[in-house]
């Protein structure tokens, strides 16, 4: 079965960008001149996704506005002739099929996923975390259904990682079977870097199939109290395989506050009209942190 929805979990605290996440969602953070969770929308849109299905929760009802048609604002840019903008505005409420579930209390990734059980049915689907932002020739999720679509079962999108780094993210351990591509076996939440399996790190993006589910229901809270996503897949590894791609791409943290400014300046400095004049001003600043 084609892997036709995907589920953009947005609905945590954003607590490491406090005070800028107080009122405004982490997914609403621009980078350059576009929200942070707009970059993943059209990444599942170039990988054929045909339904957005968003998990928001308390104070994120910027995310719906700003896919939404804004009527007020199209017609001040209309009168104002600013066509250019009018077509970009427009363009980001006719960007797909979306919908909307609310995570009631930020209960974990594993909880959030959970709640977009019923708008998924029984069918794979893809996982967008919206801190992620891959820059790639083939868009990322894209390379992972090419992967799915050969091996029909969930599929992780994994990235090596310096080992000092281990600790911060869900570790594989698992068998290569083709380039990039392997066999999940065991999987570990946020490992001591003398217990951690690998350094093949979980980025982001996921395609599930919808047993995972099931087994989101058995997992008990673990660390935080948070219902990990992590645990329900190792579980889901007794009753069907998993694979992790090493995708091609480059990957930005832009849920960490050094991740993003360096998004930020990456994306600018990749942009026509800013280009130029970040690198002259990055030169300029001549920083000696030594
Ligand atoms: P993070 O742990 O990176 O996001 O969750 P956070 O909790 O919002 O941020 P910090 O750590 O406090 O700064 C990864 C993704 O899972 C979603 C988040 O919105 C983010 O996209 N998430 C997390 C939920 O939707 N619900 C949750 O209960 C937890």
Do not use: W
Request: some cysteine; hydrophobic content about 40%; overall charge negative.
């Amino acid at each position: 079965m084609k892997v036709r929805k995907a589920l953009f979990p947005a609905a945590g605290l954003g607590t490491r960008f406090l005070p800028a996440t107080k009122a405004i969602p982490k997914e609403m953070l621009p980078l350059v001149d576009k929200p942070l969770i707009q970059y993943c929308v059209e990444e599942a849109i170039a990988s054929a996704i045909e339904e957005v299905i968003i998990i928001t929760g308390m104070g994120k009802t910027a995310i719906e506005d700003h896919f939404d048609t804004s009527f007020q604002l199209e017609a001040v840019l209309a009168e104002k002739g600013k066509d250019d903008l009018l077509k970009v505005v427009k363009d980001v409420s006719n960007l797909v099929h979306f919908s909307y579930t609310r995570q009631k209390e930020a209960k974990g990734l594993g909880h959030a996923v959970l709640c977009g059980k019923n708008l998924i049915g029984h069918e794979p689907f893809a996982v967008f975390l919206g801190d992620d932002i891959i820059s790639a020739d083939v868009p990322c999720m894209k390379q992972m259904i090419d992967v799915y679509n050969d091996k029909g079962c969930s599929i992780l999108a994994v990235k090596r990682v310096p080992r000092e780094d281990v600790s911060s993210y869900g570790i594989i351990k698992g068998r290569q079977v083709e380039d990039r591509l392997y066999e999940v076996h065991d999987l570990v939440e946020k490992p001591p870097v003398d217990e951690a399996p690998s350094d093949l790190a979980i980025i982001g993006r996921y395609i599930l199939m919808p047993e995972i589910f099931e087994f989101i229901e058995k997992t008990p809270p673990g660390r935080g109290g948070e219902l990990q996503l992590t645990d329900a897949i190792k579980a889901l590894l007794s009753l069907q395989p998993v694979y992790a791609l090493e995708f091609e791409g480059e990957r930005f943290d832009a849920g960490d506050k050094l991740g993003f400014i360096k998004a930020n300046i990456a994306f600018a400095l990749q942009r026509e009209d800013l280009g130029k004049d970040i690198a002259k001003y990055l030169q300029q600043l001549k920083i000696d942190q030594t």
